[in-house]
């Protein structure tokens, strides 16, 4: 085995492996918020998976103890070598944190395997949903792949208990207890906007508007969401659906909603990361995932007094709870969906409850100080 940095000092010094490139622009909040984890360790290396048709990135510094390396792939099949490869170039670890359990994590255990480093596998989704394997054959490899994986792993974080407890469902055996750490709201210290979004002044032709914020994807299910709008504009034709996000499903929901005939009701908008401005003035958020592992969306809409209504995903039943602080309805069923909406939508005085009820339940979630301090925890626990 190689020299390993168990045998240094005592350093934490810690390196991760995911794959948002976003981390090389300059001002995004995932650059900013691999910066304060940063400030954690001694020494943070960053390996990203990146592909070369995404542009070829360079290795970089970008802060006193944060270093990034992209592996500029040709294609998703090279990641992990790639990285393998990156990690052997490196100075020595103490641990490695991988972001999934899936590609990611396996990068991480063929590192661990070589170094001896100790491997923290971090899950951000509900892999164990079914509606996760029906996705793609490839999620169903994941699924399998998570399995052998995070029986082999020091540690595992989980951003939700319903994370947790479909682990123990599903008897997957740990080597410790999952540690369940939300992500911050407060981590990623945004410039201020240049735009300030009132939706009631930009779409003064609804009197009620629903806001989503989403990637565009199968899982997102934006469709039932324009199923139960179908619905919601023959009692209410002046309801308004504005959906912020870019994605690879864009083109065929803009088709559903011309299908439908909604699109006076059902605009989409580029993402925004100017989201609070938007929750503040919207009447109601919507998810509608098949999955989710938290779902911060919904937590910053908590935040901003925006009432919610979402699918029985990521922090339903932990955070949101259906007819305290919110509704929540089946996954999949858009008669539930637009009932739940309609309900918002009929009773002033349930939202003004749920707005108050929700800002409350967000009160209690970790601080900036909070958050760090406990995932600093998550990494030391395993030297």
């Not at 491997?119 to 509900?126: K, M, S, V």
């Not at 779409?203 to 989403?214: E, T």
């Not at 990637?215 to 659906?241: C, D, F, S, Y």
């Not at 006076?264 to 919207?282: G, V, Y």
Request: glycine content about 6%; overall charge positive; proline content about 5%.
């Amino acid at each position: 085995m190689e020299k390993t940095a168990q045998n240094e000092s005592g350093a934490l010094s810690v390196l991760m492996i995911g794959s948002d490139a976003s981390i090389f622009e300059a001002k995004s909040p995932a650059r900013q918020k691999i910066i304060e984890y940063g400030q954690l360790a001694d020494r943070l290396q960053v390996i990203i998976f990146t592909k070369r048709r995404q542009g070829i990135f360079s290795p970089t510094q970008i802060s006193p103890r944060v270093f990034l390396y992209p592996t500029n792939s040709f294609s998703r099949w090279c990641h992990i070598f790639n990285a393998w490869r990156l990690a052997r170039k490196m100075p020595p670890v103490r641990l490695i944190s991988a972001q999934d359990p899936f590609e990611a994590g396996l990068a991480g255990f063929l590192i661990k395997r070589r170094t001896g480093a100790a491997l923290q596998l971090q899950i951000h989704t509900d892999f164990l949903s079914p509606h996760f394997s029906r996705g793609s054959w490839l999620n169903r490899i994941r699924v399998r792949l998570a399995k052998f994986l995070l029986p082999r792993a020091e540690s595992v974080r989980v951003v939700s208990q319903r994370i947790k407890n479909s682990l123990r469902e599903n008897n997957i055996k740990l080597k410790n207890e999952p540690i369940i750490l939300p992500i911050s709201t407060t981590v990623i210290q945004t410039s201020q906007p240049a735009e300030v979004i009132n939706l009631h002044q930009k779409y003064p032709q609804f009197n009620f508007i629903v806001l989503m914020a989403s990637r565009l994807t199968p899982e997102k299910n934006i469709g039932l969401a324009i199923e139960a709008m179908a619905e919601i504009v023959k009692k209410h034709p002046q309801t308004g659906l504005i959906i912020f996000g870019r994605g690879k499903e864009r083109k065929s929901l803009l088709s559903l909603v011309a299908r439908k005939k909604l699109s006076a009701n059902i605009i989409f908008e580029p993402w925004t990361e100017n989201l609070s401005d938007c929750q503040k003035t919207a009447d109601l958020f919507l998810l509608t995932s098949n999955y989710e592992g938290y779902g911060m969306a919904i937590i910053s809409a908590l935040a901003a007094g925006c009432p919610v209504v979402m699918t029985d995903v990521g922090c339903a039943g932990e955070i949101v709870k259906n007819n305290q602080n919110g509704l929540v309805v089946p996954v999949g069923d858009s008669a539930a969906l637009a009932a739940a909406i309609l309900e918002m939508m009929n009773n002033n005085s349930r939202r003004e409850q749920f707005k108050k009820q929700g800002q409350e339940a967000v009160k209690n979630l970790p601080t900036k100080e909070q958050y760090l301090m406990e995932y600093k925890k998550s990494w030391k626990i395993n030297l």
